[in-house]
């Protein structure tokens, strides 16, 4: 697999990269993407534009949609309780 | 709405080094620095029309607009990794004006100092651990059920099948996170992710993400190849390097191995991280 040729810039950020697949490095999906800017990350206080409350409504509109949380399937590792 | 806000894309130490002349952010504004109690906010002008209050809710509903808006909010802290230990912010910061940012810099100054100490040098890996669906139990050409009690038989094998597979899924998945976890100074593990969203196939049995210092990197890479590489059981999912998004908040992190709480994520104040990443990366975080 060749490397795409460069954009007008581009960085080296995370790839990811499947067992089932070794050799192919994908760019990483929107889910794990938005996984991180929207659910982690530094969040500032004082002069936003967006409020913090305005960023958790739409967190909750996103995670219904697209963030990963699905009660039924918690993580095992969660607690130390295995499923 | 005809003015300019400030899209606030990361605080990092002061740089040493200049950005990429032709690195474009979001609304394809050129980043640029705000310097101000020994630190640096890496910001772009965006247009008030699109980033003001409300037309900035109502696109990030628009999943095509979120995707390009957070791809090049990626595309900066990406160029930011290559060169110092950025702490990203939350996607969408927006403040009025620079001095809004100076004041941010200001109040957080103290976390942000003690955060970027904490995360220097360091870069985050993610793993994900998936059931595979179990091998279609004798999909082969079999005679029809010749009575109900034989079809509930039939059906009990299956479901034990599927079952014993799950089991050692997550026996794989409970070996690879302990000596994932006993690799990397802190951990972070994330609810499952909801396979009708993304789109993926198999069971989510693990999603965490590992903080390692970047000079370990390889040798956390080839961990887990080693350990989750080859059983058909699972399916392993390795995405990094990352600059330390899950351990930007001086909450979010736990050391050691284990678990680390889950859940919902924060909303305290200031994080930091690190990394500047220069292996594993062919593709272009691109397109």
Avoid at chain 2, 14 to 26: E, I, N, T, W, Y
Avoid at chain 2, 53 to 64: C, N
Wanted: proline share 7%; hydrophobic share 40%.
């Amino acid at each position: 697999m060749t490397a795409p040729a460069p954009e007008p810039y581009a960085p080296r950020g995370p790839v990811a990269v499947d067992s089932q697949q070794p050799l192919a490095r994908r760019q990483v999906s929107l889910v794990d993407l938005l996984d991180r800017l929207l659910g982690t990350g530094v969040v500032l206080t004082g002069s936003l534009t967006l409020g913090i409350a305005d960023v958790d409504l739409v967190r909750i509109d996103l995670r219904a949609l697209i963030s990963s949380v699905n009660a039924r399937v918690p993580s095992p590792w969660e607690g130390g309780q295995p499923l | 709405m005809t003015g300019e806000l400030r899209y606030v894309y990361a605080v990092t130490a002061p740089l040493h080094a200049s950005l990429p002349a032709d690195l474009r952010g979001v609304a394809g504004s050129v980043p640029y620095l705000v310097e101000h109690a020994g630190l640096a906010a890496v910001a772009g002008r965006v247009p008030e029309a699109d980033f003001a209050e409300e037309p900035l809710r109502a696109h990030l509903e628009d999943l095509g607009w979120l995707e390009e808006t957070a791809r090049a909010h990626q595309r900066v802290v990406d160029a930011l990794t290559a060169r110092t230990c950025p702490l990203p912010l939350r996607l969408a910061t927006v403040y009025r004006d620079d001095d809004g940012v100076r004041r941010a810099l200001e109040e957080g100054a103290e976390e942000f100092h003690a955060t970027l100490r904490r995360l220097a040098g360091r870069v985050e890996w993610g793993v994900k651990v998936y059931a595979q669906r179990a091998p279609e139990p004798a999909a082969a050409p079999r005679a029809a059920p010749a009575s109900g009690r034989e079809f509930l038989r039939r059906r009990r094998q299956e479901v034990t099948a599927r079952e014993n597979v799950l089991e050692e899924a997550e026996e794989l998945g409970r070996t690879l996170h302990a000596a994932l976890a006993a690799e990397a100074e802190e951990v972070r593990t994330y609810p499952a992710q909801n396979p009708q969203l993304s789109k993926v196939p198999g069971q989510n049995l693990l999603n965490a993400a590992y903080l390692v210092p970047r000079e370990r990197s390889d040798a956390f890479v080839a961990r887990v190849e080693q350990l989750g590489g080859h059983d058909p059981a699972v399916r392993v999912e390795l995405t990094g390097p990352w600059a330390p998004y899950s351990f930007a908040t001086s909450d979010t992190g736990t050391t050691g191995t284990g678990t680390t709480d889950t859940g919902s994520t924060g909303t305290e104040t200031t994080g930091t991280k690190t990394t500047d990443t220069q292996e594993r990366v062919h593709d272009g975080a691109g397109a």
